[in-house]
């Protein structure tokens, strides 16, 4: 007969957790309850932030009663669970109608739109577990970045590579013009090269970097900075994000969740094709605003600078 170990066997590396006895439950209660409306998320990202597999966050969501919105956790395509059952007393039917009628909008196919979906970093801030900036790679320029002439050409050749032609042209375009505006760009060190219009305000020994969006040109996204600019001036004032997310949401193909007003929303790279012009006119408003903020700043006559 074999002798008891000492020891627990170490854990599966998918375990199956005991409602009442890990901690990683009651921190998923904690984040459906931070899940506003009008957003979604998936049972992969609840995963990735609790620290298990997403089949194990399935089942839980699945068989525990009075989880808070559990009808917001879709698949990772949009999808509403095959599975999908009501637990609490509160709703009832096609859980997608309830999804739509709070903001969520569907595709043909049945797919909650990407726009509208909490990543499991977007979930971290709800939370109040943000990750600081320097910390989220590719999410903001850092120190250090590359402006290099070979940075460049990886940024527009990633984007050749992986973008149609009439994409390419109108992003190119794009920046072209934010460079005339007076803005210049930061080009990430990533494997995907991202590229940031950037605006440089302040005085010489206060300067503060300030950009609206991040390109990605591999995967096919534009952020919307939100989660930067709310902390940086004049963009800290909730009025003037809000102002420059109906911005974006006026131009065609943009669809900005309102619930992601501090996060970083996304819209397809492909927009620039045809709505070009119109991003054009977002980012001039965007550094009219600045340029609007910088003019009403107190100065210091002394120093001659700002004073902040």
Not at 32 to 43: D, E, M, Q
Not at 210 to 226: C, H, K, N, R
Request: net charge negative.
């Amino acid at each position: 007969m074999r002798r008891k170990q000492d020891r627990e066997p170490a854990p599966a590396s998918h375990p199956e957790h005991a409602d009442d006895e890990w901690a990683g439950w009651r921190e998923l209660r904690e984040i459906l309850l931070a899940v506003p409306a009008g957003t979604w998320t998936s049972y992969g990202d609840l995963a990735a932030l609790i620290g298990t597999s997403a089949i194990a966050v399935g089942n839980h969501v699945s068989a525990k009663t009075g989880l808070h919105c559990a009808y917001r956790v879709l698949t990772a395509d949009g999808r509403i669970a095959g599975g999908f059952r009501w637990t609490d007393d509160r709703h009832s039917g096609d859980p997608r109608l309830v999804l739509e009628a709070e903001g969520v909008p569907f595709d043909a196919n049945g797919r909650a739109v990407k726009s509208h979906r909490l990543s499991a970093s977007d979930l971290a801030v709800l939370v109040g577990k943000e990750v600081p900036e320097e910390s989220l790679p590719g999410a903001a320029p850092q120190s250090g970045d590359e402006t290099t002439e070979g940075t460049v050409a990886r940024f527009e050749a990633l984007l050749r590579d992986n973008q149609p032609p009439e994409v390419v042209e109108s992003v190119l375009t794009v920046l072209r013009f934010w460079e005339e505006q007076g803005g210049h760009l930061i080009y990430g060190k990533g494997s995907e090269t991202s590229c940031f219009p950037t605006v440089d305000t302040g005085g010489p020994n206060a300067s503060r970097a300030l950009w609206p969006i991040a390109i990605y040109p591999v995967s096919g996204t534009v952020e919307v900075v939100f989660q930067y600019l709310k902390r940086r001036p004049p963009f800290d004032d909730e009025p003037l994000r809000r102002a420059l997310m109906e911005q974006f949401n006026s131009v065609d193909g943009i669809d900005l969740a309102e619930a992601k007003l501090d996060l970083r929303p996304s819209f397809p790279l492909e927009v620039f094709a045809g709505q070009g012009e119109d991003i054009r006119a977002v980012l001039e408003w965007f550094v009219h605003e600045v340029a609007l903020a910088e003019a009403r700043r107190p100065f210091d006559e002394d120093s001659a600078q700002a004073v902040f």
